[in-house]
């Protein structure tokens, strides 16, 4: 087994390996680049069909902000796609992420401000007018306790993410989910209430950055986030 270093920033233990081959690789723009060399997003593929097999879990998809938490003893970091630094938007994401007992963990969801229906209103996230009513929609995780959990199956990292959120602080919530051959009624149920979709995603797969055929997601063509797509082309 290869050694291991720990890099200051970010504070996760990797392989030697992997930090020679990041570093050989060079430093990336924007604020956070080597973690986001380390911990790269895992993007799902476009579909237009939810998949009805045992082997898939499907989730909703909240019409917000991808964001990565990482939390080492009492620093938060809230990280974007981009590589940017967003802590300071949200306070109520980071007060929640500070009151877990486990002081070191890495989770990728969704940040969202949710309208009185429970559903979330993108118009509100992008104002900017009610950053500290953000919320963070929790659907995976990375590590834990320092121990990297993405070579783990989806069902197995579920159970760990379960685990940390037990006592749902406010301000983080994990997706709930369901598996098998629900997902096509979830989905019509989903687009009924106005929701932007659903995401499925194989629960015996690990978590690999970049865009992966085994996150895959259905879009409801009839929510505003297919006009914004459409617009954003014209």
């Given amino acids: 087994m290869l050694p291991f270093v720990i890099i200051s920033y970010p504070w996760q233990f990797i392989t030697q390996a992997r930090f020679l081959e990041a570093r050989?690789?060079?430093?990336?723009?924007?604020?956070?680049?080597?973690?986001?060399?380390?911990?790269?997003?895992?993007?799902?593929?476009?579909?237009?069909?939810?998949?009805?097999?045992?082997?898939?879990?499907?989730?909703?998809?909240?019409?917000?902000?991808?964001?990565?938490?990482?939390?080492?003893?009492?620093?938060?970091?809230?990280?974007?796609?981009?590589?940017?630094?967003?802590?300071?938007?949200?306070?109520?994401?980071?007060?929640?992420?500070?009151?877990?007992?486990?002081?070191?963990?890495?989770?990728?969801?969704?940040?969202?401000?949710l309208g009185v229906d429970g559903i979330a209103d993108f118009n509100a996230l992008h104002s900017r007018k009610h950053d500290d009513e953000v919320q963070l929609y929790v659907f995976d995780i990375l590590a834990l306790d320092g121990e990297d959990l993405r070579g783990l199956p989806l069902s197995m990292r579920k159970t760990n993410l379960a685990r940390l959120l037990a006592r749902r602080p406010d301000g983080i919530f994990v997706a709930p989910f369901e598996q098998g051959e629900i997902g096509p009624d979830l989905f019509k149920?989903?687009?009924?209430?106005?929701?932007?979709?659903?995401?499925?995603?194989?629960?015996?797969?690990?978590?690999?950055?970049g865009r992966s055929k085994h996150w895959i997601k259905v879009k409801n063509r009839k929510h505003p986030a297919i006009s914004r797509v459409m617009e954003s082309f014209a």
């Fill in 189 to 209: 149920a989903a687009c009924q209430m106005g929701l932007d979709g659903l995401v499925s995603k194989r629960r015996d797969r690990p978590y690999r950055a």
């Fill in 24 to 113: 050989a690789l060079g430093p990336m723009p924007g604020p956070s680049g080597y973690l986001r060399r380390m911990f790269g997003f895992c993007l799902p593929t476009g579909a237009k069909a939810v998949p009805d097999s045992p082997e898939w879990l499907h989730a909703v998809k909240y019409d917000g902000y991808r964001l990565r938490l990482e939390r080492d003893g009492d620093r938060v970091r809230l990280i974007t796609r981009g590589g940017y630094n967003w802590t300071d938007r949200y306070p109520w994401i980071v007060e929640a992420a500070l009151k877990s007992r486990h002081k070191q963990f890495v989770i990728d969801g969704e940040a969202v401000v």
